[in-house]
């Protein structure tokens, strides 16, 4: 009866008996599996078989995630506004309070020589509820009710919604000297998103928790622009911009700790971007909102117990081209397909079957069935151990000892006295020569042959990429966000100087000095160190730090000379940080002055926004004074087109500089750049920074570097499975098989003392239980023959078959 090869293969198997867990069976399994799964991966991620563009393609998801982040520098711009504000009228609040007694007149004058920020003030007694003094437009007073200041929490800030519709935000501090009655200071100011650089299409506004817009700003009109630019249709704007605050206050109102994973970081608050329906033209309107947030996650300040969040919505042209091969993913799975089963069915038919194949012919010869040949593989380590059991079924049947010669009794038979018997040994050792390691190596190839290329060198992006002209415009508008925003704490810090010098006087003791400046340093840890420097350079007072220059002269970082009257200086030139001091005069003192020095790091934290790249603050002559990342002070920058950059920058145009936004080739491949000089007026005006950012447009979320990164990583998923299952193979089957091979060859040269333990129940472990055995049998038929067992197991000789090598243990 003719048996069928698939039959034969499947009573192989069923006589070989081992788990399927254990093995040489699981790691080619599992990497047929991670293939499969692999290429059904790749057609999805980077195939798509459907007609037109996708949603991505159309809209990159970098756009979207560009005006999340232009919300997010709203939001956090607002809530310092608002911080900062609160802080200020509290903080000079408790200065007055803690001198003499002043008219309501002396303190709103003295409040709006320093700050200018609010639009309107008032101080009114509590008690009679009679206005004392007002500076600026009127304050809704009747907004405060007086006899309900005494409960908890009255003293907050509230909005107020006005006749005509806007907006105010009161702030409320109480004036309090002892035998007079107590004075309630109101300060009024609008919701507008200060320092923001809008550019000409993006319009911000400021929503309730329950939608409503409650302020809003751009986009410019063609009045507003010096340039021939078309009418966006301001009206449908406003409309588009409510629809989507109502949209996104849902979002808007969740709680941040839930709604984000663990560790995953970035803005502290809610956060994220919704797009409207596409409009006449093939142009989609694109909206980003945040929620004020303080800095720390999960805390709370005055402005985020306001309920507010920032939105941000540009009209963004559609992308209608595409790149790429949209079967691409379909050609690259099928590929792995076919290579990867050549490999499956190369470690199939030269690893597993020869190995299952060994369990059962050494299982037959323990069971005595030794009339048939032992059915030998033609490679590796399997072959060695397949002429091992030939050798011990001819020693079992009396025709061949270990020394080489035939017995008594038929059955014995050579092979090596005849030509044909020379050949066929020739093949043997030429099969004994490929090893299984390099098997599993040929299969590793196999696999790299798709997976290199996929890491390497198919769907790259190149200069190809299409960068869309709004992410430019973000770069340079964000840009000069950060630059206004590090503008802005410069110049408030210098305010506080002023603030505190103008309390100070010229009646104060050095030991009152000393609490004022503690007291201003704890509100506002922008500082490392304050301290009041008289006028021949020695120090009155301090708090923080020790002064690290109090008698260095003051130079304009413009022209690196100066009268010693710049109000900000920066000093420490070759040292290892720069230090920024800023100055303020105590009136009636004789040129004596209060100090703050900055800190480094409070600098350094402004420009820590996700989605621009590096960022640097240079100064007049290109040299870096601050960075997001690691940086030496005052080194140059990095290339020399950022110098042109920041060089063409702050050439003025028109009545001032701009800021700008280039894309250029480099050989790291497309970077997106932007620089952004100071621009408007107070004291950091005098210093002539540029903050300048820049990065590669690969780490954007654009279509063609997506696909790349998606090819990239289904080459580096392909060389991971690889390696994964054929290491594992190597360690639970190719290295006991070499062990294994060594001492089959032992005992059939021999050895019958050296007792073969199988170390694992799977199909090594079975042949080596079988040789046991026959070891066992080996020194039973030499006891029934007579031998002298030590005689015969210390005096091993060379094998008789010729092409059997040994192979020393």
Not at 305 to 329: A, H, Q
Request: charge should be neutral; glycine fraction near 12%.
């Amino acid at each position: 009866m003719v048996i069928s090869p698939a039959k034969r293969w499947h009573r192989i198997r069923e006589r070989a008996g081992m788990p399927l867990l254990g093995g040489v069976r699981p790691p080619i399994a599992v990497l047929a599996a991670l293939l499969l799964v692999l290429s059904g991966l790749t057609a999805l991620g980077l195939g798509r078989t459907a007609p037109g563009l996708s949603d991505a393609e159309a809209l990159p998801e970098a756009v979207r995630i560009s005006q999340q982040h232009f919300a997010e520098d709203g939001a956090i711009a607002l809530r310092a506004s608002l911080d900062e504000s609160i802080t200020d009228l509290e903080r000079t609040a408790s200065l007055f309070n803690a001198g003499a007694p002043v008219t309501a007149d002396t303190v709103l004058d003295k409040l709006g020589s320093v700050y200018q920020k609010w639009r309107g003030s008032s101080v009114v007694e509590i008690k009679s509820g009679r206005l004392l003094a007002a500076r600026g437009e009127n304050v809704p007073l009747l907004a405060v009710d007086l006899e309900s200041l005494s409960d908890e929490g009255s003293l907050a800030p509230r909005l107020i919604r006005l006749e005509n519709g806007e907006t105010r935000l009161l702030i409320l501090a109480l004036l309090s000297w002892d035998g007079l009655p107590q004075q309630l200071l109101i300060t009024s100011n609008s919701l507008n998103v200060p320092g923001v650089s809008l550019g000409k299409f993006r319009a911000i506004a400021v929503a309730d928790a329950g939608g409503t817009v409650l302020s809003s700003d751009g986009p410019q009109t063609p009045e507003e622009d010096d340039a021939d630019t078309p009418d966006v249709g301001v009206g449908r704007t406003e409309e588009q911009l409510r629809a989507l605050a109502e949209r996104s206050a849902g979002t808007a109102g969740q709680n941040p700790l839930t709604t984000r994973e663990p560790g995953s970081g970035g803005y502290p608050g809610v956060s994220g971007s919704t797009t409207g329906s596409t409009l006449i033209g093939g142009e989609r309107p694109v909206a980003g909102y945040a929620t004020l947030a303080a800095p720390e996650t999960g805390g709370s300040t005055d402005a985020t117990g306001l309920g507010l969040f920032v939105i941000t919505m540009v009209t963004v042209p559609e992308n209608t081209s595409r790149t790429g091969d949209p079967l691409f993913g379909l050609w690259s799975a099928a590929a792995l397909l076919v290579i990867g089963a050549l490999a499956v069915a190369l470690l199939l038919g030269t690893v597993q079957r020869p190995l299952l194949r060994l369990v059962v012919e050494s299982r037959r010869l323990t069971r005595g069935d030794l009339t048939r040949p032992v059915t030998v593989p033609r490679f590796g380590e399997a072959r060695r151990i397949g002429d091992a059991l030939e050798r011990l079924r001819l020693q079992l049947l009396g025709g061949l000892t270990p020394g080489g010669g035939t017995g008594k009794g038929t059955g014995t038979r050579t092979s090596a006295s005849t030509g044909k018997g020379r050949t066929d040994t020739g093949k043997r050792l030429h099969g004994r020569r490929v090893g299984t390691r390099a098997l599993l190596a040929g299969g590793g190839i196999l696999l790299l042959i798709w997976s290199a290329p996929m890491m390497l060198l198919l769907n790259r992006a190149g200069d190809t990429a299409v960068v869309p002209q709004q992410l430019v415009n973000d770069q340079r508008d964000r840009t000069d966000t950060v630059t206004d925003r590090v503008r802005r704490a410069l110049n408030e810090g210098h305010a506080d100087l002023r603030s505190v010098a103008t309390l100070i006087g010229d009646r104060t003791a050095p030991a009152d000095m000393a609490k004022v400046l503690e007291r201003t340093r704890t509100e506002h840890p922008r500082y490392r160190s304050l301290y009041v420097l008289s006028a021949d350079g020695s120090v009155l007072a301090k708090a923080g730090d020790d002064p690290q220059h109090p008698g260095d002269k003051r130079t304009s970082t413009r022209t690196g000379t100066g009268t010693g009257t710049e109000p900000i200086a920066v000093l420490g030139e070759g040292s290892k940080e720069p230090r920024i001091t800023g100055y303020a005069e105590l009136p009636g003192r004789d040129g004596a002055l209060v100090v703050g020095e900055f800190r480094v790091d409070f600098l350094n934290s402004l420009l820590k926004r996700p989605g621009l790249g590096q960022i640097r603050i240079v100064d007049a002559e290109r040299r870096t004074v601050g960075s997001n990342t690691g940086y030496r002070a005052f080194q140059k920058l990095p290339s020399s087109r950022l110098d042109s950059l920041v060089e063409a920058t702050g050439q003025k145009a028109g009545l001032g500089t701009r800021p700008s936004g280039v894309l250029f080739h480099d050989d790291d491949g497309i970077q997106i750049a932007a620089a952004a000089p100071f621009a408007g007026g107070g004291a950091a005006k005098s210093l002539g920074w540029t903050v300048v950012s820049w990065q590669p447009a690969s780490a954007l979320a654009i279509p063609e570097y997506s696909a790349q990164n998606r090819t990239v990583l289904a080459g580096l998923l392909g060389v991971t499975a690889a390696a994964a299952c054929l290491g594992w193979l190597h360690i639970v089957v190719v290295r006991p098989l070499r062990e294994l091979a060594k001492q089959a060859e032992t005992l059939a040269d021999g050895d019958r003392r050296t007792v073969l333990y199988p170390r694992h129940h799977d199909e090594v472990g079975a042949i080596a239980r079988s040789l046991e055995l026959l070891r066992q049998q080996l020194q039973e038929q030499r006891r029934r023959e007579g031998a002298p067992p030590a005689l015969a197991d210390s005096t091993p000789g060379p094998p008789a078959l010729s092409h059997a090598r040994s192979v020393p243990s």
